[in-house]
């Protein structure tokens, strides 16, 4: 199960943290992602880590502003969001790499709105 | 970034009735592992994407048979053989051929 936390509303420019809790699987073994959907439209892969953090990955829209980051001892995956835009408006779903580059396991979803 | 095109982008189809999504990449999925990696999730309203099936045609643990996935290289086929009413929603592709992994626009399927 993943459950995410951490959306809101914040101000063109801002930003926010988003957690992501794991159980019921082995964390510390998975590549963990992050993939948004604005409203209305399709899903987008935001960013990917290796299990133990040696490899990441971003979509060239969010490199230098967003930082994926987790912690295997504590069962967390993070994203941390700076200088965000009305074009990062969307729900952001942690997600697990099943290991054949897809997701088998999403979260609920959390919302993020950018707006003045 | 691979490009996955979908079509249509909408279907309304009669209960029982069977349904067929296609799905375009605008590169080859073949991995340089052998595996193409091309995977279908489905959406329903409000709720989080579930994946129905990976590698083009291997269903997930409890995705009904009536749900198939075929193709090769650059065009994937998704198919429900008799359509019910739980089946609504929008159908993506993915590919994890390259990084970005990239989705389809999505096709929504409703129930004529």
């Known amino acids: 199960q993943l459950v995410e936390s951490g959306g809101g509303l914040v101000q063109p420019g801002g930003s926010l943290r988003l957690s992501c809790a794991a159980s019921?699987?082995?964390?510390?073994?998975?590549?963990m992602s992050w993939v948004r959907q604005a409203p209305g439209k399709g899903l987008e892969w935001v960013a990917n880590?290796?299990?133990?953090?040696?490899?990441?990955d971003y979509v060239d829209s969010v490199k230098g502003r967003f930082t994926i980051s987790r912690d295997n001892a504590k069962n967390s995956l993070y994203l941390q969001m700076n200088s965000l835009r009305a074009g990062d408006t969307a729900v952001y779903y942690c997600?697990?790499?099943?290991?054949?580059?897809?997701?088998?396991?999403w979260g609920q979803g959390t919302t993020v709105t950018v707006s003045s | 970034d691979v490009v996955m095109t979908q079509s249509p982008l909408s279907l309304s189809v009669t209960l029982g009735q069977p349904a067929s999504i296609s799905c375009r990449s605008s590169?080859?999925?073949?991995?340089?592992?052998?595996?193409?990696?091309l995977s279908w999730f489905h959406q329903r309203p409000g709720q989080s994407p579930r994946r129905l099936i990976h590698?083009?045609?291997n269903r997930d643990s409890g995705v009904p048979d009536r749900f198939s996935g075929s193709g090769s290289g650059t065009d994937f086929t998704l198919k429900i053989s008799r359509v019910e009413a739980e089946d609504v929603g929008i159908y993506s592709c993915?590919?994890?051929?390259?990084?970005?992994?990239?989705f389809g626009q999505g096709t929504k399927l409703e129930i004529k």
């Open positions: 997600a697990r790499d099943s290991g054949e580059r897809s997701v088998d396991v």
């Open positions: 590698k083009i045609s």
């Open positions: 880590m290796k299990p133990d953090g040696g490899e990441i």
């Open positions: 019921g699987f082995t964390f510390s073994t998975y590549w």
């Open positions: 590169q080859s999925l073949i991995h340089g592992d052998g595996n193409t990696y």
């Open positions: 993915m590919q994890g051929r390259r990084w970005p992994y990239t």
